[in-house]
């Protein structure tokens, strides 16, 4: 009987058999690999809602504990980012983590939009004592709880907060902000005129620098760059030309809005094509955080949407 089933495995149609059989096989691995990825994304992030703990400490601050165990200040009068942090711990996790492989210990990286330090506290853990991390954010407010979630988590040695937007050029501009949105604030273009957009009904004079002026000294290297800074990230990028040129390892992560870019003044086209002439290549971040690499002019040629790109010369870590 097994002489006679070898001998059917062997002709023509039992071997077409086998291959579809094998093929079917391969595809349910895969299928069951993917479902046992999601389902530990599933048990994560019911581990961070179980060990999630927030205490309010005034009317519009809570201090509250990172999935990644680092405590951190949030503004509790905000309706994005702060509800998250406070009921599970996380922050746009996909883009996080992403970021956090382009990191390596002693690496200095700069937050550019660090808004309440969820970056920054990341960015520290991850270069440890040898490493740097400069944090930019021009809110006083946020600012504030950036500087004071350093100094709880033992990070003073290691991160520095800048009170400054970050752009092309030196001088002052008007941030429009709303504390209810904390991820919308803004700085107006240098001739607007109208009032402030609906949801960011405050307004502050803010310092703004460009990075080439303020870090001219050659030994300043940065290894990875996180921007988000709605819309301005063209001009941030501009104003860091030089320091780009003498980084040749450097790793970006910057959110990738053309509407924003192009109401800001510098649109997509012009600020991939400023990259693309430092010679970055780029990818885009996944859902499950992986990066897949994406062509320049497709890049350029998006009009609408809002994404986290990542910009390196050399393949970073998939």
Known sequence: MLARLRRWLSAPGGRTLARRQAAALERLERRIEGVAARLE??????????????ATLDDST????????HMILVDTRCRDIAPHLMMSGVWEPEYLAAFRRLIRPGDTVFDIGANHGVYTLAAAAAVGPAGRVHAFEPNPRYARLVEQSVRLNGFASVVR???????????????????????????????????????APRAATVRKVALDAMFRRPETV???????IEGHEGFALLGMRGL??????VRLMLEFAPRLMRDAGMGA??????????????????????????????????????????????????
């Open 62 to 69: 809570a201090l509250t504990l990172c999935a990644s165990g």
């Open 222 to 228: 940065p290894h990875a760059v996180k921007l988000d």
């Open 41 to 54: 994304q599933v048990a994560e992030r019911i581990e961070a809602v179980r060990m999630a703990q927030s």
């Open 269 to 318: 086209e012009a600020t991939i094509a400023l990259l693309e002439g430092l010679g970055f290549r780029f990818w885009t971040v996944g859902a499950d955080s992986r990066l897949v690499p994406t062509e320049a002019s497709q890049l350029r040629a998006m009009e609408g949407g809002l994404m986290n790109i990542v910009a390196a010369r050399q393949a970073p870590e998939a």
């Open 161 to 199: 907060v800048h009170r400054v937007a970050v752009s092309d050029r030196a001088g002052e501009a008007r941030l429009r902000f709303g504390f209810a949105h904390a991820g919308g604030a803004r700085l107006a273009p240098d001739d607007a005129e109208e009032p402030a957009p609906q949801g």
């Open 244 to 249: 780009l040129e003498r980084s040749p390892g």
